[in-house]
C-alpha cells in the first residue's frame, strides 16, 4: 500500500487544520495509508503563547517529521499560503525522490515551489486525479 503524507502550513493557522480531513477523505478513496504528523503534534500547536515553538525540542520535532517523509511515497503539500515547514518538508522529500503535489488556490508560486513539484493543482477537486497519476 503506498503512503501519503499530508504537508502543510499549521503556523498561524492551528485552528484551521480541516484541508486534512480532505485529503485523507481523497487518499482512503484511492487505498492509500496516510501520513499525518498534525495528529502527533497538534498537542503542541495550541497558539496560546508568543513564540511557543522555542519550547519545543527541536531536533526530534523535526526528525519525526522527516522520518515521516522518508516512509511517504507521496506527499501532498497544501498551501494556501506559504509556509516554511511544508516547504522544507516538500524541499527533503523531492530530493528523496518522492513524488509531490502542490495545491495551491496562489497563481504566482516561487519557483523553488515549481521546481521541487511534480504537479501543481489549484483545488482539491483536482487531487483524486492528480494522486492517480502516481498510483
Not at 24 to 46: C, F, G, H, S
Not at 68 to 87: E, F, K, N
Not at 93 to 105: F, Q, T, Y
Amino acid at each position: 500500500m503506498k503512503k501519503l503524507f499530508i504537508s502543510g502550513p499549521i503556523l498561524g493557522m492551528e485552528k484551521q487544520q480541516d484541508y486534512r480531513q480532505t485529503i485523507t477523505a481523497i487518499a482512503n478513496k484511492l487505498d492509500l495509508e496516510i501520513i499525518d504528523p498534525w495528529k502527533r503534534e497538534r498537542v503542541l500547536y495550541n497558539g496560546t503563547e508568543e513564540c511557543w515553538w522555542d519550547k519545543v525540542p527541536t531536533f526530534e520535532f523535526i526528525q519525526r517529521d522527516l522520518d515521516d517523509a522518508d516512509r511517504c511515497d507521496i506527499m501532498v503539500v497544501y498551501l494556501p499560503i506559504i509556509s516554511a515547514g511544508a516547504c522544507m518538508e516538500m524541499f527533503y522529500a523531492k530530493r528523496k525522490g518522492k513524488h509531490i503535489i502542490v495545491v495551491s488556490p496562489n497563481k504566482c508560486l516561487s519557483p523553488w515551489i515549481v521546481y521541487h513539484s511534480d504537479i501543481i493543482i489549484q483545488s482539491f477537486d483536482e487531487l483524486e486525479e492528480a494522486l492517480n497519476k502516481f498510483l
